[in-house]
Each structure stands twice: as structure tokens, then as C-alpha cells.
């Protein structure tokens, strides 16, 4: 059975005076389908930077070496379009800090329907956005919409950025 995610000997540095920043050493990890994986780690550990990898979205000064496969297919090697589709609709990240995540001046319905527009390829429904209809053209479901847009980002209780 071909692995969701095989990550294999994942090292990531970046350049600095001297000695290069060696964010990762040696990472390996194999999730097969259907497997629930958590990564625990201090802080500065690593962890993001291993994921960030994963979906393509090293700063462009990342020394990467190692393997990242999904379903089979490489990722450290794919280019933008295919990484394009694979990201949001089969792989997504979870930021941690909503403060740094979400645009405050924007609407948060407004940047869901720009993400599920951008993964699923509706085209125009962003014009709509308040209406709860836009978001079954893209194909989701979100009984709450109309009261997430109304929101501003801003004025959410999110954690500790509250």
C-alpha cells in the first residue's frame, strides 16, 4: 500500500553569517491512509518548517535534502500548478495563530469562500460571498455562513491573539 504522506532523512537549513540556521535534521515519517498522526515538539523544534516543506511553502533561501512523497507523488520536486492542486483539496495546514492566519481588515467569509474557491475552481461565486447559495455552487456546505461573513476577523475571540 502506497503511503498518504512518507517524509524520509528531511533535513532544512537556512543561510546566515557563518553557520547556515539547521531548522530540521533527519526527519522521518511514514502515514499510511486512514491514519491520524499527531507531531508534538518544543517550540522551535522544527515542526512547522518540516510541513511547511510539505505543501511548498519554504521561504525560497530553505536549503531542503531528503524525500517528501504524497500518494507516490514527489513534492519536493513538483512544480507550482501541481502543488496548486494537491494543496488544500487533498493536503492542508492549520495554522496555529488565527492572528497571523487571517487578514483583519477582510470579512472571514469572504477569505473561506477565496480558499474553497481557489481549491474547488469556482470562478465568480466570491461576488456573491453573502449569500449562503455562492458556497453550494462551490460545493460546501456551511450552514453558518451568512453569520461567519458578517464578522470581521478582527472582532473574533481566537486564543490568546483575543
Known amino acids: ?6 517524509i524520509h532523512d ?9 553557520a547556515p540556521i539547521r531548522a530540521v535534521q533527519g526527519v ?3 502515514i499510511a491512509p486512514s491514519e491520524c498522526v499527531g507531531i508534538i515538539g518544543e517550540s522551535g523544534s522544527g515542526k512547522t518548517q518540516v510541513f511547511m516543506a510539505a505543501m511548498g511553502l519554504l521561504a525560497s533561501n530553505a536549503a531542503v535534502s531528503g524525500n517528501i512523497r504524497f500518494e507516490g507523488g514527489d513534492l519536493l520536486s513538483a512544480d507550482t500548478a501541481v502543488l496548486n492542486r ?4 487533498k493536503l492542508t495546514m492549520i495554522f496555529q495563530d488565527p492572528m497571523t492566519s487571517l487578514a483583519p ?8 469562500a477565496e480558499v474553497l474557491c481557489a481549491t474547488l475552481g469556482c ?9 449562503p447559495a455562492s458556497w453550494r455552487a462551490c460545493g ?5 455562513a451568512a453569520c461567519i461573513n458578517i464578522r470581521m476577523s478582527s472582532r473574533v475571540a481566537c486564543g490568546k491573539g483575543s
Open 28 to 30: 522521518s515519517l511514514t
Open 1 to 6: 500500500m502506497i503511503p498518504t504522506l512518507s
Open 86 to 89: 494537491v494543496r488544500g483539496s
Open 140 to 144: 460546501c456546505l456551511i450552514p453558518s
Open 10 to 18: 528531511l533535513s532544512i537549513s537556512f543561510p546566515r553569517r557563518g
Open 105 to 112: 481588515h477582510l470579512k472571514i467569509g469572504t477569505q473561506l
Open 123 to 131: 470562478r465568480g461565486a466570491m461576488r456573491g460571498v453573502r449569500r
